[in-house]
T-cell receptor, first 117, second 114 residues
Framework: AQKITQTQPGMFVQEKEAVTLDCTYD???????LFWYKQPSSGEMIFLIY??????QNATEGRYSLNFQKARKSANLVISASQLGDSAMYFC??????????????FGTGTQLKVEL | NAGVTQTPKFRVLKTGQSMTLLCAQD?????MYWYRQDPGMGLRLIHY???????AKGEVPDGYNVSRLKKQNFLLGLESAAPSQTSVYFC?????????????FGQGTRLTVV
């Protein structure tokens, strides 16, 4: 069974600083995908970044980057130059190997990030 | 673009009542999903559908039923609501092809069962 672990229930970061949100995963699949979603206080789920298990380079999307360490089974999200609007809950998720079930995502319990002045 | 739309946004039910949550997507996605979100537990998959007329159970299907009669709609039913079903429900959809296909989420439905 797949499992996603986010060990940081809450994190604080100063505005303009970088922050790393931890995510470790457990799977026996060779092919899998890792996602990060942001959930602001308004409740919607916003896709941030994706990393495939066969991707050799770490994914980047603007101020977001994914530090993918396959041997350690970790997929940490790095947010550079934090902004007040980054305050939100962040979820790490893993997709099962594509077997016709599409994106059956397994989610971690989330990390609540608060950006301070 | 509407994306994924959930109806209703809020609902209060009495124990034993029934209701249906509607999810509609306008992106021609093959796959649709229902998740529930509870404090400290992240999102858990209830049921999903890989195409019109097909449904399958997810991680926590008990107490729920679903139907996908039209490609764009995915309905989640509670036949006899229980307080344990108090939660925020999210519908999502995605393309079926490609490994990096993200799931697009609706805005959520906050359900309280008293």
């Amino acid at each position: 069974a797949q499992k996603i672990t986010q060990t940081q229930p809450g994190m604080f970061v100063q505005e303009k600083e970088a922050v790393t949100l931890d995510c470790t995963y457990d799977t026996s699949d060779q092919s899998y995908g890792l996602f990060w979603y942001k959930q602001p206080s308004s409740g919607e789920m916003i896709f941030l970044i994706y990393q495939g298990s066969y991707d050799e380079q770490n994914a980047t999307e603007g101020r977001y980057s994914l530090n993918f360490q396959k041997a350690r089974k970790s997929a940490n999200l790095v947010i550079s130059a934090s902004q007040l609007g980054d305050s939100a809950m962040y979820f790490c998720a893993m997709r099962e190997a594509y077997t016709g079930g599409g994106n059956k995502l397994t989610f971690g319990t989330g990390t609540q990030l608060k950006v301070e002045l | 673009n509407a994306g994924v739309t959930q109806t209703p946004k809020f609902r209060v039910l009495k124990t034993g009542q029934s209701m249906t949550l509607l999810c509609a997507q306008d992106m021609n996605h093959e796959y649709m999903y229902w998740y529930r979100q509870d404090p400290g537990m992240g999102l858990r998959l209830i049921h999903y559908s890989v195409g019109e007329g097909t449904t399958a159970k997810g991680e926590v299907p008990d107490g729920y039923n679903v139907s996908r009669l039209k490609k764009q709609n995915f309905l989640l039913g509670l036949e006899s609501a229980a307080p344990s079903q108090t939660s925020v429900y999210f519908c999502a959809s995605s393309y079926g092809r490609g490994e990096n296909t993200e799931a697009f989420f609706g805005q959520g439905t906050r359900l309280t069962v008293v």
